[in-house]
């Protein structure tokens, strides 16, 4: 049986930011990303297909890890962890 | 041995230096358009600089500056010229309209419920989100001299200064990223 990522990755803290438009996802991020603690996981949910390119420079640029990211459908999931 | 220490402080000083001199996370933009969807770039890019950990200052002159006129306050006193720039231009954000397409208001107006309806903030509330991350406004005081504009029909911001080119330059030499708008 197959055992997705997701199943295994445990977020302290989810973040709904579907239907929100750029630049607003990695403004929610950098802001909800703060409020948990170094070493702690966000689950980030989005819409915007410019995420999937956004979330990584975001990440790269603020230092923090993107552990791993689901897509269905529509909806897209980043299971950041707070390293910075 | 001397020679060695005295080359490691030698070292240390221009390391010191070139610190000193290299720019900071920090982004300084120029606001000179009063177009919606110009100005619309240049708060995406304010409020997403914050997010990237930047600090982000914005300097509005020229076209820029009626953009951060209140509608809800009215000066009297101004002159002939004053009083035809304060009637010409928008009176804040709410008023600007696209460089492009405008097709006499029709086009900003369709823009606008297309922003709304694909969930694109509007001025209004980038503004509002610009102050809630600390975004810095300066308004060039040179331009609201040429149009009349006093400081009294501006908007309420919690980080907005007045001034001119220096203020602006000496941010913008501290800055990795500058930008025309």
Redesign the interface.
């Known amino acids: 049986m197959e055992v997705s990522m997701s199943d295994l990755i445990k977020a302290d803290k989810i973040l709904d930011l579907k ?6 996802p ?2 929610k ?2 802001k909800g990303i703060k409020e948990v603690e170094i070493g702690q996981i966000v689950e980030a949910q989005t819409t915007d297909p410019g995420s999937l390119t956004d979330f990584p420079a ?1 990440a790269k ?2 230092g923090n890890e993107i552990l791993q990211t689901d897509q269905k459908s529509d909806v897209i999931k980043f299971y950041v962890k707070r390293v910075s | 041995m001397k020679v060695l220490e005295k080359q490691v402080a030698e070292l240390q000083s221009q390391l010191d230096a070139l610190k000193q001199k290299s720019p900071s996370d920090k982004l300084s933009l120029i606001v000179f358009s009063g177009d919606l969807d110009k100005a619309l770039a240049a708060f995406v890019i304010a409020t997403g600089a914050v997010a990237m950990g930047m600090e982000a200052n914005m300097f509005f002159t020229f076209w820029g500056t009626p953009l951060l006129r209140d509608k809800h306050k009215h000066v009297g006193g101004k002159d002939a010229m004053g009083k035809m720039f304060g009637t010409m231009l928008p009176t804040g954000t709410t008023q600007a309209k696209l460089s492009k397409m405008n097709l006499g208001g029709m086009g900003t107006v369709m823009m606008k419920a297309l922003m709304k309806k694909k969930n694109v903030s509007s001025l209004k509330e980038f503004l509002a989100l610009a102050e809630e991350l600390e975004v810095n406004i300066l308004i060039c005081e040179m331009s609201m001299d040429l149009m009349g504009f006093k400081r009294e029909e501006m908007i309420d911001y919690k980080y907005l200064t007045y001034g001119g080119v220096a203020s602006f330059l000496a941010e913008a030499a501290d800055s990795k990223i500058q930008l025309f708008i």
Not at chain 1, 19 to 24: D, Q
Request: glycine letters at 8%; proline letters at 8%; charged letters at 0%.
């Open positions: 239907g929100l438009a750029c630049p607003l990695v403004v991020m950098s975001w640029t603020s």
